[in-house]
């Protein structure tokens, strides 16, 4: 009989999909960043994330509020990545008895800043005990803007894969902690992320973007995504990936190779999105006028194959899996 860490998470979450039923009110189900339903006249986005002590944080790494933020914006940054609003989150908490009360007022301090700074409000949720570890998971619940989200699914051969910001600084902040090397731009990168919520907006709004998805797992991974659920290929050209200089510096002094943070690094949550190739020039321009936030154009789509390639070279991992564990090194 196989285990979960036999199969892994994501042929994990295939095989429970095909279980469950669905409605005619479900438009996107299972296997996108957010559940679109239909709630009247409107698209409701719902998506939750776990956040589990000593898997996504450790306490000597991170002060109380760096935990909440981080957990939150993991949640709102599902919403970023359909191009929705958040509204209403909600908090489930499971701790020790001996969890000192500030150590979680904290923890929900830095969850609210980030919620409320995206106009979205923690408006409840639940508590109970955990044996030894702190565990968190945020449901957030946002809606479309107008008449259109922005799903994995749409990409089409001959657009362009374009990224924002700089990738790969979060998990470079990893393992900054991880090893004891001080990188305090690294470090506020890994715990302190910021949801592109306005800049997933934008763009669900410019008809040349056809799919989009928040890079959480990696570039590499997280593009595969967008290629499975488009049912093409993708290649990426790590030549065209901007290496941001508190990167370059970290890895030289360490002896490090920064595409293998920028390719599967993780929880950077920038937006990784399908643009049409013809538009590609006018929309760097359009987006640099609308936001200070970077964007670059990193690969392209096509239907010569299908999954990911690098340099036209395919992989045989791509990124972060909780089951498998094939993080990078």
């Known amino acids: 009989m196989s285990t979960v860490r036999d199969i892994g998470e994501f042929a994990l979450i295939d095989r429970i999909s095909r279980l469950l039923p669905t409605s005619p009110s479900v438009l996107v189900g299972v296997g996108d960043d957010c559940a679109v339903l239909r709630f009247c006249e409107r698209m409701m986005l719902v998506s939750c994330d776990l956040f589990v002590e000593n ?147 934008w763009l669900c709004g410019q008809p040349f973007a056809h799919a989009m998805i928040d890079i959480s797992d990696g570039l590499a991974q997280d593009a595969l995504h967008m290629a499975e659920s488009s049912k093409i290929g993708v290649n990426i050209d790590p030549a065209k990936l901007p290496v941001h200089p508190d990167l370059q510096a970290y890895c030289e002094q360490h002896g490090l190779d920064p595409l293998t943070f920028i390719l599967a690094g993780g929880e950077d949550y920038e937006l990784a999105f399908a643009l049409d190739g013809e538009h590609a020039g006018r929309a760097l321009e359009a987006f640099g006028n609308e936001f200070r936030t970077g964007l670059s154009l990193a690969g392209e789509f096509t239907t010569e194959w299908t999954g990911v390639r690098i340099d036209g070279q395919p992989l045989d991992k791509t990124g972060y899996d909780h089951f498998l564990a094939s993080t990078p090194p």
Request: glycine share 12%.
């Open 55 to 201: 898997v996504h944080f450790r306490r000597d790494y991170a002060q109380a509020e760096e935990i909440g933020w981080k957990a939150a914006a993991a949640s709102v940054s599902d919403v970023a990545a359909m191009g929705g609003q958040p509204m209403f989150v909600l908090v489930a908490l499971g701790c020790p008895p001996d969890t000192p009360t500030q150590y979680v007022q904290q923890m929900y301090r830095g969850m609210s800043t980030v919620v409320s700074r995206f106009g979205a409000a923690i408006v409840g949720g639940d508590t109970s005990v955990s044996p030894d570890s702190i565990v968190i998971d945020v449901t957030v619940i946002g809606q479309a803007i107008g008449s259109r989200c922005l799903t994995r699914r749409g990409a089409r051969a001959g657009d362009v894969l374009a990224v924002t910001g700089p990738l790969g600084l979060a998990a470079a902040g990893l393992h900054s902690l991880q090893h004891g090397h001080p990188a305090p731009a690294l470090r506020t990168a890994h715990l302190s992320p910021r949801p592109r919520v306005p800049e997933g907006q």
